[in-house]
């Protein structure tokens, strides 16, 4: 019997401080949960600018506890109220002055699931990472959720395909890939990076990106997020790479089962011969 999911991406432009950026993403969870939504997931960095377009560690005020701090606890009540999984990417501090890029992974009843870290951080013009994140220790974990087998891979890390691989041998149905990236920098990667990684490992994407010209520096974000089946197929359409937009799809995830069948690709990978690629 077919298992359709219906999944959620969210992507907005900066409202200019956290509390309304907070409450803009408040409603989408409830609009999207009025569209029968059961999972959904916000951009990188959902609830402030994409501050990493300057260095200034007045921005480390961003950051806060995770699971325990206001945020998490915040949209917990909200799944809860909702009966929808939540992915949260925010900016977490473990202890002052150690600080990750992170997603926090909510539970349609509310409860507190995990965290995956983002691994591969970038420090190049516009996108100064390093200075406020540290490379990311979680590993590739996979969330239980409601719907299904979650996985979270953030934005600069697309570009590697190995963390693509471990959280498709984690068993992930649907992974995420929050994202803060700009026109004329990645746009022909974003097309094909996550349909590729969809289809190599056999699962469905949901890859999300902001909106709009900030006023720290001149990225322009384009939005342009959407859902993509294992056999590289947008799911419904594209969303604006200008405009706020709730995108809602359904995931039939028979799919999975008929393009492993087809394909084989998990008992035809040969692990034993990769060692060369975990040397330094």
């Not at 926090?104 to 699931?113: E, H, K, N």
């Not at 890390?157 to 691989?165: N, S, V």
């Not at 026109?183 to 709009?212: K, T």
């Not at 359409?237 to 690709?265: G, I, N």
Request: hydrophobic letters at 40%.
């Amino acid at each position: 019997m077919s298992r359709v999911i219906r999944a959620a991406l969210f992507q907005t432009a900066w409202t200019g401080d956290k509390e309304s950026m907070i409450q803009v993403h408040e409603q989408a969870v409830r609009d999207a949960a009025a569209q029968g939504a059961q999972v959904m997931c916000f951009q990188e960095l959902f609830y402030g600018p994409y501050f990493c377009q300057v260095q200034d560690p007045e921005f480390y005020a961003y950051a806060e506890s995770i699971p325990d701090g206001p945020i998490v606890e915040r949209f917990q009540r909200l799944a809860r109220e909702h009966g929808i999984v939540l992915v949260l990417p925010m900016y977490e501090e473990e202890q002052p002055g150690v600080l990750y890029n992170t997603a926090a992974v909510i539970d349609a009843d509310g409860s507190y699931l995990g965290k995956y870290r983002k691994t591969h951080i970038p420090q190049v013009r516009g996108f100064w990472e390093k200075f406020y994140f540290r490379p990311g220790n979680s590993g590739w974990p996979v969330f239980d959720t409601a719907v299904g087998r979650v996985g979270v891979y953030i934005c600069y890390d697309r570009h590697f395909p190995e963390g693509w691989r471990a959280l498709g041998l984690e068993g992930a149905e649907i992974v995420f890939n929050p994202s803060a990236t700009s026109r004329g920098l990645s746009g022909y990667l974003w097309q094909l990076e996550q349909p590729a990684a969809a289809v190599a490992n056999e699962y469905f994407v949901g890859a999300i990106n902001r909106v709009g010209v900030e006023e720290l520096g001149d990225n322009d974000f384009y939005g342009t997020s959407y859902f993509v089946d294992p056999e590289a197929q947008i799911v419904g359409e594209v969303a604006s790479d200008k405009e706020t937009e709730l995108v809602v799809r359904d995931l039939d995830m028979a799919k999975l089962r008929e393009v492993r069948d087809r394909w084989q690709f998990y008992r035809d990978r040969a692990p034993g011969a990769y060692s060369p690629l975990t040397a330094p």
